[in-house]
């Protein structure tokens, strides 16, 4: 399975733009990135998935590198509900899935 | 309301009995998903399944069983073999459709063992 590498954490001040690093070196040409976050004893929940081009919803903006070894999940702007474990991980496109995920970014708001 | 149900929230049992904890889903997802996850560590995969009747182990699927009788169900048992099993199991379902869509998570379990 291709895997990714997160930071262990990072922290952010509220109200400011957050960039969430995910390098994925081994991506293969038809894998999808997708982002998930974890609030504190919940599951976790789907951000935003793309293939090669950026894309945006209301949570969150996913910029993919051209050669799709690195993404960025951008959050805009930051408040204290962000506080969260942020997960990048591989989806591939066919046959037998694992959906594995690693350790995760966990991002810190300082108010 | 579509989604992914986990019961229940929190479970004690004593050690050495075998536990099972329910996932069910209405959203008719073929692929569903059982991890595990340790204090302050990521989601570690247990079992997994792509269709009914079918199960493949994940990464950790030692002392644990499962079963896929039904599309909507895919129940775990934490059995007496399993050497350290108080944690929090999350489930999830995804459709197989692609492109690849969301997977979707329960709520958890908080599996405590005394």
């Known amino acids: 399975d291709a895997k990714t590498t997160q930071p262990n954490s990072m922290e952010s001040n509220e109200e400011e733009p957050v960039h969430l690093p995910c390098n994925h070196s081994t991506i293969s040409g038809t894998d999808y990135i997708h982002w998930y976050r974890q609030l504190p004893s919940q599951g976790p929940e789907y951000v935003i998935h793309?293939?090669?081009s950026n894309v945006n919803n209301r949570m969150a903006s996913l910029a993919i590198a051209e050669d799709r070894k690195s993404s960025t999940l951008i959050l805009h702007r930051a408040t204290l509900r962000d506080a969260a474990v942020y997960y990048c991980?591989?989806?591939?496109?066919?046959?037998?899935?694992?959906?594995?995920f690693g350790t995760g970014t966990r991002l810190t708001i300082i108010p | 309301d579509g989604g992914i149900t986990q019961s229940p929230k929190y479970l004690f049992r004593k050690e050495g009995q075998n536990v099972t904890l329910s996932c069910e889903q209405n959203l008719n997802h073929d692929a569903m998903y059982w991890y595990r996850q340790d204090p302050g560590q990521g989601l570690r995969l247990i079992y997994y399944s792509q269709i009914v009747n079918d199960f493949q182990k994940g990464d950790i699927a030692e002392g644990y069983s499962v079963s896929r009788e039904k599309k909507e169900s895919f129940p775990l048992t934490v059995t007496s073999a399993q050497k350290n099993p108080t944690a929090f199991y999350l489930c999830?379902?995804?459709?197989?459709?692609?492109?690849?869509?969301?997977?979707?998570f329960g709520q958890g379990t908080r599996l405590t063992v005394v």
């Open positions: 991980i591989l989806r591939a496109n066919f046959g037998n899935e694992k959906l594995t």
């Open positions: 999830a379902s995804s459709t197989q459709e692609r492109p690849r869509a969301e997977a979707f």
């Open positions: 793309g293939l090669t």
